[in-house]
């Protein structure tokens, strides 16, 4: 086994719900849906978040678009027109997300970092 | 198979005010939909039309309307917009204004969808058990109600399409939902049927995927973002909508931008809650039903989409008056920008301490250190050739918001030093309109439609 960064196998995109961030995470490829399914679980994106977040985490599959939706309750700082954060709305939570590290196969572990990286 | 064109010009009110002229005049298109309201807008607005019973509505919206009303009404291209704020009618008027003023009085038919301001009716509402408790905290609205500023309700795409179906050429609504705009003509069109949950789905994610402008086609996208081309002249999207429920996404030929299944993946988990249950006033849209295909250069085709019955309940954006707040930054830079940054901070809240001033919520950011992603950010490099100290206050009080703004310039001379960027002057104090999410029951509320010849 070895350790990837998320931003090898996924992109993500951000937004806002009131005080609720929301992180979608979409695999690169289909095989790695699986992966991110096992790996990137509600409690490591809560304890990833540590500082940031400071409600419960949820987690939703999307197979269909090989892609996890993730909620980040009280993570805005009031959310709105209410935060005094520059990132009142949650938009960079995204690659926040993808700084996280995961543990893959060493095969996995040496297409993703062989490959040029997708970003 | 028939298949109808609508193109979205606006993801919220502030968007390019080129894009809609765009969509119209560089190809094809049946249907111009322009999202212009958010959360706090309907406030703005409000209190717009407070002053001025003729206000309360977009006012770029008009002045758009006058740039590209020859296009419509040649070729016979429909505008959807909620435009009209709290005061549709206004809206109207003026649009009726600028028709005639251009040589097209008796051309066109404007439709309104108004109803969906409850602001007058909240206390009915509760003195007959209606709580519209905030959907978050579970609180009954009568604990802020003398702070209400703006209250209104989120129609669906049903009203829209009676206002096409009798013959409304632009059709101006309040608050109806960015959805809604898109589902609308496709109800009109196909005349879809009220329980037809798998359609009026497919049409809601239509609509979720156009209804933030570019953010579909390129724009805030991450993967391969560098070798997307033409971000400059980039299209803004448009639906290939067909009776059976599919679609194409795409954009005009020869504009910049890309539009792949990952760029409609990314939108399409823009602001999302439950995938299961994306719910809307015409149906509950499931996400995890969607299915999509390539299906050539900028195009992406969505089948397979599953819907279930709408609720009974309409969601109601309420908004309120919630203190005061001011932000103001300075610039500190090398040698030690970071350590010197962190040295303003605790000076400024020292000084802050000793005015004796007290506030709900004081937050500071080192921008360029860990504004964005916090404790994630790592240490910065001790050589960091710059960090601005960003920092906020929030009060009930707003003399105490006002003192804090005077605090931050004499830094300049009094704190640590290399700093700069205060060039701007005092921070601005601004109202905070928080906002206030609720459900109300759709018996309570009917959408009032309207028809008229400009």
């Given at each position: 086994?070895a350790?990837?960064q998320?931003?090898?196998l996924?992109?993500?995109r951000?937004g806002?719900?009131?005080?609720?961030?929301?992180v979608?995470?979409?695999?690169?490829?289909?095989e790695?849906?699986?992966?991110?399914v096992?790996?990137?679980t509600?409690?490591?994106?809560?304890?990833?978040?540590?500082?940031?977040?400071?409600?419960e985490?949820?987690?939703?599959?999307?197979?269909?678009?090989?892609?996890?939706?993730?909620?980040?309750?009280?993570?805005?700082?009031?959310?709105?027109?209410?935060?005094?954060?520059?990132?009142?709305?949650?938009?960079?939570?995204?690659?926040?997300?993808?700084?996280?590290?995961?543990?893959?196969?060493?095969?996995l572990?040496?297409?993703?970092?062989?490959?040029?990286?997708s970003? | 198979m028939?298949?109808?064109?609508?193109?979205?010009?606006?993801?919220?009110?502030?968007?390019?005010l080129?894009?809609?002229?765009?969509?119209?005049?560089?190809?094809?298109i049946?249907?111009?939909?322009?999202?212009y309201?958010?959360?706090?807008?309907?406030?703005?607005?409000?209190?717009?039309?407070?002053?001025?019973?003729?206000?309360?509505?977009?006012?770029?919206?008009?002045?758009?309307?006058?740039?590209?009303?020859?296009?419509?009404?040649?070729?016979n291209?429909?505008?959807?917009?909620?435009?009209?704020g709290?005061n549709?009618?206004?809206?109207?008027?003026?649009?009726?204004?600028?028709?005639?003023?251009?040589?097209?009085?008796g051309?066109?038919?404007?439709?309104?969808?108004?109803?969906?301001?409850?602001?007058?009716r909240?206390?009915?509402?509760?003195?007959?058990?209606?709580?519209?408790?905030?959907l978050?905290?579970?609180?009954?609205?009568?604990?802020?109600?003398?702070?209400?500023?703006?209250?209104?309700?989120?129609?669906?795409?049903?009203?829209?399409?009676?206002?096409?179906?009798?013959?409304?050429?632009?059709?101006?609504?309040?608050?109806?939902?960015?959805?809604?705009?898109?589902?609308?003509?496709m109800?009109?069109?196909?005349?879809?049927?009220?329980?037809?949950?798998?359609?009026?789905?497919?049409?809601t994610?239509a609509?979720?995927?156009?209804?933030?402008?570019?953010?579909?086609?390129?724009?805030?996208?991450?993967?391969?973002?560098?070798?997307?081309?033409?971000?400059?002249?980039?299209?803004?999207?448009?639906?290939?909508?067909?009776?059976?429920g599919?679609?194409?996404?795409?954009?005009?030929?020869?504009?910049?931008g890309?539009?792949?299944?990952?760029s409609?993946?990314?939108?399409?988990?823009?602001?999302?809650?439950d995938?299961?249950?994306y719910?809307?006033?015409d149906?509950?849209?499931?996400?995890?039903?969607?299915?999509?295909?390539?299906?050539?250069?900028?195009?992406v085709?969505f089948s397979?989409?599953?819907?279930?019955?709408?609720?009974?309940?309409?969601?109601?954006?309420?908004?309120?008056?919630?203190?005061w707040k001011?932000?103001g930054?300075?610039?500190?830079?090398?040698?030690?920008?970071?350590r010197?940054?962190?040295a303003a901070?605790?000076v400024?809240?020292?000084?802050?301490?000793?005015?004796?001033?007290?506030?709900?919520?004081?937050?500071?950011?080192l921008?360029?250190v860990d504004?964005?992603?916090?404790?994630?950010?790592?240490?910065?490099?001790p050589?960091?050739?710059?960090?601005?100290?960003?920092?906020?206050?929030?009060?009930?009080?707003?003399?105490?918001?006002?003192?804090?703004?005077?605090?931050?310039?004499?830094?300049?001379?009094?704190?640590?030093?290399?700093?700069?960027g205060?060039?701007?002057?005092?921070?601005?104090?601004?109202?905070?309109?928080a906002?206030?999410p609720?459900?109300?029951?759709?018996?309570?509320?009917?959408p009032?439609?309207?028809?008229?010849?400009?």
């Amino acid at each position: 086994m070895a350790k990837v960064q998320l931003v090898k196998l996924a992109h993500a995109r951000s937004g806002d719900k009131g005080d609720t961030a929301n992180v979608g995470l979409i695999a690169y490829k289909p095989e790695y849906y699986a992966v991110l399914v096992e790996q990137v679980t509600a409690a490591r994106v809560k304890a990833h978040f540590k500082g940031i977040s400071h409600g419960e985490v949820e987690r939703y599959e999307l197979p269909n678009l090989g892609a996890l939706n993730f909620l980040l309750h009280q993570s805005l700082d009031g959310g709105g027109t209410l935060s005094l954060k520059t990132d009142a709305q949650g938009k960079t939570y995204s690659t926040a997300l993808l700084r996280m590290e995961i543990e893959v196969d060493d095969e996995l572990a040496r297409e993703v970092n062989s490959s040029a990286s997708s970003l | 198979m028939k298949t109808i064109r609508i193109a979205n010009g606006q993801g919220f009110w502030g968007d390019s005010l080129e894009a809609p002229i765009e969509q119209v005049r560089r190809g094809p298109i049946d249907y111009l939909t322009l999202d212009y309201l958010a959360e706090i807008t309907m406030s703005i607005m409000q209190k717009q039309r407070a002053r001025d019973s003729r206000q309360g509505y977009a006012r770029d919206f008009v002045a758009m309307i006058e740039q590209i009303l020859p296009d419509l009404v040649d070729r016979n291209i429909k505008v959807v917009a909620n435009a009209g704020g709290v005061n549709p009618q206004a809206c109207r008027d003026a649009v009726i204004d600028v028709a005639r003023h251009a040589g097209f009085g008796g051309r066109l038919r404007i439709g309104i969808v108004a109803g969906d301001d409850i602001m007058q009716r909240l206390d009915d509402f509760i003195s007959r058990g209606v709580e519209l408790k905030n959907l978050d905290t579970g609180e009954p609205l009568a604990a802020i109600r003398p702070l209400v500023q703006s209250a209104n309700v989120y129609f669906g795409g049903r009203p829209v399409a009676e206002c096409l179906d009798q013959g409304g050429q632009i059709v101006i609504c309040g608050r109806v939902t960015d959805t809604g705009l898109s589902l609308g003509p496709m109800i009109h069109e196909y005349q879809w049927p009220v329980n037809d949950w798998d359609l009026l789905a497919a049409g809601t994610i239509a609509g979720h995927t156009i209804e933030c402008g570019a953010q579909c086609t390129g724009g805030n996208c991450l993967v391969d973002w560098e070798t997307i081309p033409n971000l400059a002249d980039i299209g803004y999207p448009i639906i290939e909508a067909h009776d059976d429920g599919t679609f194409v996404i795409t954009k005009h030929q020869g504009t910049g931008g890309r539009i792949t299944v990952a760029s409609i993946k990314e939108q399409l988990l823009y602001e999302m809650g439950d995938p299961h249950a994306y719910i809307t006033p015409d149906c509950v849209a499931d996400f995890t039903t969607i299915q999509l295909e390539q299906v050539g250069a900028d195009r992406v085709r969505f089948s397979g989409i599953k819907g279930r019955p709408a609720t009974d309940s309409f969601k109601v954006s309420i908004s309120y008056s919630a203190g005061w707040k001011a932000v103001g930054s300075l610039v500190y830079a090398w040698p030690d920008a970071y350590r010197k940054a962190q040295a303003a901070d605790r000076v400024l809240r020292e000084r802050l301490e000793r005015l004796g001033l007290t506030f709900d919520s004081v937050l500071t950011e080192l921008v360029g250190v860990d504004a964005c992603h916090g404790p994630l950010s790592g240490e910065p490099s001790p050589d960091i050739a710059e960090v601005t100290m960003r920092i906020g206050v929030r009060s009930q009080d707003k003399k105490a918001v006002e003192r804090f703004t005077r605090e931050i310039a004499p830094l300049v001379l009094n704190g640590p030093p290399t700093v700069t960027g205060f060039a701007g002057g005092r921070p601005k104090v601004e109202e905070i309109i928080a906002y206030w999410p609720a459900l109300i029951p759709k018996s309570e509320v009917e959408p009032e439609i309207s028809v008229i010849e400009a």
